[in-house]
């Protein structure tokens, strides 16, 4: 088997050796970005062979000035069509080029225009494999000088809306939390287990948050959870808690879990400390951390009055399921 080369790379090469070339030849004159963002396991780095085998290959967005797209868009996009070998690296490089410009790009893939404002709704609103999808990837030549200002702009949430996230994590929590105890005092193990898995989801979503990276969807979640901060000693834990088959011994290594994720909250210095040892939930014999605790801490540290006094249920959440 042929050495396997990663996406990027493997469009990184096809623009230099291969597209660049032939818009010397056919627009040398008129300026462009490429770049390979967007959809597809290459951009956030986590393709493998297995990836080829479905919408993998040598592809690029090539990215022209808003009034150059109607003049000369076609053309390019022919002399492509053209020109272009019929394979590059064994795949094959029909369509593979999109000519846009960054505006219209950027626009439908969030659902807003980053070049204005970006508004708290318009981060809100936005599922997190999405921004993830346009931060990551590779910009292979920015000669509009819009690229990278652009993925600047957009690398991570501005405070308020990072608290306003990391608050409804903790929210979730909270909610769900006396559920493993709950049900597997009454017997139901499924259910408690299923409180357990989604619990686990959270606790994940909310360690990438905290280390500044946007979660992707639930293919690569614990892919990218594992690259995080606390991945390496809360995979064995979480891992436990979710091959429990008694709800004593889910809500054991789900304890730890909170505790050292609490830790590491303490440790950003957004809030003033918050006591991370679990405890009894009210009278009932179950053990939870009483995240509630995270989330008031958190917002009160939010300027934005309209985001501060947004329900603690309303927030980011990828519902992304591409």
């Given at each position: 088997?042929?050495?396997?080369l990663?996406?990027?790379?493997?469009?990184?090469r096809?623009?230099t050796?291969?597209?660049?070339?032939?818009?010397?030849?056919a627009?040398?004159?008129i300026?462009?970005?490429?770049?390979?963002i967007?959809s597809?396991?290459?951009v956030?780095?986590?393709?493998?062979p297995?990836?080829a085998?479905?919408?993998?290959?040598?592809?690029l967005?090539l990215?022209?000035r808003?009034?150059?797209?109607p003049?000369?868009?076609?053309?390019?996009?022919?002399?492509l069509?053209?020109?272009l070998?019929?394979?590059f690296?064994?795949?094959?490089?029909h369509?593979?080029v999109?000519?846009?410009?960054t505006?219209?790009?950027f626009t439908s893939?969030?659902?807003?225009?980053?070049?204005?404002?970006?508004?708290?709704?318009?981060?809100?609103?936005?599922?997190t494999q999405?921004?993830a999808e346009?931060?990551?990837?590779?910009?292979?030549?920015?000669?509009?000088?819009e690229?990278?200002p652009?993925?600047h702009?957009?690398r991570?949430y501005?405070?308020d809306?990072?608290l306003?996230?990391?608050?409804?994590q903790?929210?979730?929590i909270?909610?769900?939390e006396a559920?493993?105890?709950?049900?597997?005092?009454?017997?139901?193990?499924?259910?408690?287990?299923?409180?357990?898995?989604?619990?686990?989801?959270?606790?994940?979503?909310?360690?990438?948050?905290?280390?500044?990276?946007y979660?992707?969807?639930?293919?690569?979640?614990?892919?990218a959870?594992?690259?995080?901060t606390a991945?390496?000693?809360?995979?064995?834990v979480?891992?436990?808690?979710?091959?429990a088959?008694?709800?004593?011994?889910r809500e054991?290594?789900?304890?730890?879990?909170?505790?050292?994720?609490?830790?590491?909250?303490?440790q950003l210095?957004?809030?003033?400390?918050v006591?991370p040892?679990?405890r009894?939930y009210?009278s009932?014999p179950?053990?939870?951390?009483?995240?509630?605790r995270?989330?008031r801490a958190l917002?009160?540290?939010?300027?934005d009055?309209?985001?501060?006094e947004?329900?603690?249920?309303k927030?980011?959440?990828?519902t992304?399921?591409?």
């Amino acid at each position: 088997m042929p050495t396997f080369l990663p996406g990027l790379e493997l469009s990184r090469r096809f623009y230099t050796e291969a597209v660049r070339p032939l818009l010397e030849d056919a627009a040398p004159d008129i300026p462009h970005s490429a770049a390979r963002i967007g959809s597809g396991s290459e951009v956030l780095g986590y393709d493998t062979p297995r990836s080829a085998d479905h919408e993998w290959g040598p592809r690029l967005q090539l990215f022209l000035r808003p009034h150059d797209v109607p003049r000369h868009a076609g053309r390019i996009r022919h002399h492509l069509a053209e020109h272009l070998p019929k394979t590059f690296h064994g795949h094959p490089t029909h369509d593979c080029v999109e000519v846009t410009h960054t505006t219209a790009w950027f626009t439908s893939t969030l659902g807003f225009d980053p070049t204005h404002d970006i508004t708290a709704a318009d981060w809100l609103t936005t599922p997190t494999q999405l921004l993830a999808e346009v931060t990551a990837g590779a910009v292979f030549h920015d000669g509009l000088h819009e690229l990278g200002p652009l993925r600047h702009n957009l690398r991570w949430y501005p405070r308020d809306v990072w608290l306003h996230t990391l608050a409804r994590q903790w929210n979730r929590i909270s909610q769900e939390e006396a559920f493993v105890g709950r049900c597997g005092e009454v017997g139901d193990e499924l259910g408690s287990a299923t409180a357990a898995a989604d619990l686990t989801r959270t606790l994940m979503r909310l360690c990438l948050l905290m280390d500044r990276r946007y979660p992707p969807y639930n293919k690569w979640l614990g892919t990218a959870f594992s690259r995080t901060t606390a991945g390496h000693r809360l995979i064995p834990v979480l891992t436990a808690a979710l091959s429990a088959t008694d709800w004593h011994t889910r809500e054991k290594h789900l304890a730890y879990a909170y505790e050292a994720v609490a830790g590491i909250h303490n440790q950003l210095n957004l809030t003033d400390r918050v006591d991370p040892a679990t405890r009894p939930y009210h009278s009932r014999p179950f053990r939870v951390l009483h995240a509630e605790r995270f989330t008031r801490a958190l917002t009160a540290r939010i300027t934005d009055r309209t985001l501060r006094e947004l329900p603690g249920e309303k927030g980011v959440e990828s519902t992304y399921e591409g």
